[in-house]
Structure formats: structure tokens, C-alpha cells
């Protein structure tokens, strides 16, 4: 069983930077793969990245990459989501997920097990 609570969120503006966090209840974390998904208004939940148990392996959507970096920290449970160059079309509640199933190459394409409550991000033109 994994519990995930997000922080970070809030408002910022266009070309600016936030840092999601995401904290996770559990002894086995380091065996999780760990990812992000985002849900705008109006609009279905979309895969963003995710990291392998060691944190070795990352992948991304292709409109964040090389604006975002997914990392973890196994002797803290968490994993983070820095984001920088911020578009208003980043604008999304952000969930974390853990999935002690899936790769991370395939993190994109499953309903992971575990989800955070969200946090909203709002980047303002």
C-alpha cells in the first residue's frame, strides 16, 4: 500500500518555474515506478513523465521535454517534478502516481495503482 501527497502547486507566469513534490507513505517505494499525469479543464488526463524504481530511466511527453525533469529520492519516498519555462497550457491539476507493475516505459499507457489528490498548477500569459 503507497500513499501520495502532493505539494508545490500554485500560480505563476509564463516563462517562470515551480517544483512539485511528492511524498509516499511505504516501506517498498524504491520498488515503484513513479510518474505525473495532468488533467486540464475540459480535457482527459494526460500522462506527463516517469521515472524507474532507481530513478536510472525518465521519460516525458513530448511538449515537456527539456522543460521538465522527473527525479526521486528513495531515502526520503519522494519524487519530484521541476518545471521550468512554463506555457500557459501547462495549466492542469497535477497528480502523482506509483505503479509497482509497469515499466516506466510503459507508465504512460496504464491506470497506475496509486494516485496523490492532485495539486493545481495555473501559469498565467
Known amino acids: 500500500q503507497v500513499h501520495l501527497v502532493e505539494s508545490g502547486g500554485g500560480l505563476v507566469q509564463a516563462g517562470g518555474s515551480l517544483r512539485l513534490s511528492c511524498a509516499a507513505s511505504?516501506?517498498?517505494?524504491?520498488?515503484?515506478?513513479m510518474g505525473w499525469f495532468r488533467q486540464a479543464p475540459g480535457k482527459e488526463r494526460e500522462f506527463v513523465a516517469a521515472?524507474?524504481?532507481?530513478?536510472?530511466?525518465?521519460y516525458y511527453t513530448d511538449s515537456v521535454k527539456g522543460r521538465f525533469t522527473i527525479s526521486r529520492d528513495n531515502a526520503k519516498n519522494t519524487v519530484d517534478l521541476q518545471m521550468n519555462s512554463l506555457k500557459p497550457e501547462d495549466t492542469a491539476v497535477y497528480y502523482c502516481a506509483a505503479d509497482i507493475h509497469s515499466s516506466s516505459a510503459y507508465f504512460r499507457r496504464i491506470n497506475p495503482e496509486y494516485w496523490g489528490q492532485g495539486t493545481q498548477v495555473t501559469v498565467s500569459s
Open positions: 521515472t524507474s524504481w532507481s530513478g536510472g530511466t525518465t
Open positions: 511505504g516501506r517498498t517505494f524504491s520498488t515503484y515506478t
